[in-house]
């Protein structure tokens, strides 16, 4: 009973990181209807950013929180600014193009020499991690640091997005982009703001990420972020709460086949509960079918 507590436990960790995510991919759906492949290496950089923070600046962990959040918001609205925007009004296929290009592009820029360079890098960790033993079942410091950051997080976009002005924007434009544009309301803005608010969450995932799995690359991106999208299609894209729930899931099948069939079928295990839940919910757990303008 203690290995299994001991292993959901253990994937509990992962679903926060994954709900970070996961929030992104959903919120920019649930405005725009479009599927950011990008966003993934959008949380890479924000661990390249907390990487270069610790080991070459050596920054607090607040300070590091800090500069992935700001630098993966800043990327996240350019890349909607010069890429997506003169798309907004295309056949979605080609803003969906337009997002794979956007993925390999800043996955093999990153790549080169002159910028992160190809190598994996072991993350420094900014503290060091202690445990305690409660009833045969291991606690970290770091996961409750996981723990509280994700909280923190996600307390802070309830707020913004049911308690602000900006929110109601948003909301609005997710509903009717047309009629939220006729009563006022500065689309172009509002889609720029969910961009940087997803990348800035999945800026923080990636410094939790990091600092969990200590090793980054160009490449890392890549498995979380279709992960994170699984998890907010599992719970129902465009739907927050199911972001995080979807992402929860994620992280116990994953964890949890890996300890008790074998860590190469965690991957395949995973996307084969997407496949069957879909099968049974196509709007996934939590989301609602919407109806198609004509």
């Known amino acids: 009973m203690e290995y299994f507590l001991q292993q959901a436990l253990n994937g509990l960790q992962l679903g926060l990181v994954y709900a970070l995510v996961a929030l992104g991919y959903t919120m920019v759906y649930g405005v725009v209807r479009l599927i950011n492949f990008a966003h993934g290496d959008v949380f890479m950089v924000g661990s390249f950013i ?6 070459r600046f050596g920054l607090p962990l607040p300070a590091v929180f800090g500069a992935a959040v700001l630098g993966c918001a ?4 350019a890349i909607e600014r010069i890429a997506y925007r003169p798309l907004r009004d295309a056949p979605k296929i080609a803003a969906l193009i337009t997002a794979i290009g956007v993925s390999l592009f800043l996955e093999y820029f990153t790549a080169l020499n002159q910028v992160f360079g190809p190598n994996f890098y072991a993350f420094p960790r ?8 409660v009833a045969g079942i291991t606690f970290t410091n770091l996961q409750g640091i996981i723990l509280a950051v994700t909280v923190a997080c996600l307390v802070s976009l309830q707020y913004i997005v049911y308690r602000t002005r900006i929110g109601r924007a948003m909301r609005a434009v997710s509903h009717d982009v047309v009629t939220a544009g006729l009563m006022g309301v500065n689309v172009d803005a509002v889609v720029s703001f969910t961009f940087a608010l997803g990348a800035g969450l999945a800026g923080a995932g990636g410094v939790l990420y990091g600092i969990a799995y200590p090793q980054v690359n160009t490449f890392m991106g890549v498995m979380p972020g279709l992960k994170a999208f699984t998890a907010a299609v599992l719970g129902g894209i465009g739907s927050i709460p199911g972001a995080v729930l979807g992402a929860l899931i994620m992280g116990q099948s994953e964890t949890l086949t890996a300890a008790y069939l074998s860590s190469t079928y965690r991957d395949g295990i995973a996307f084969l509960l997407l496949i069957g839940v879909l099968l049974v919910r196509p709007t996934g757990i939590l989301g609602k079918p919407r109806a198609e303008k004509v």
């Open 126 to 133: 900014p503290f060091e991690v202690a445990s305690a033993d």
């Open 50 to 55: 907390a990487y270069f923070a610790i080991d």
């Open 74 to 77: 800043l990327l996240a609205v």
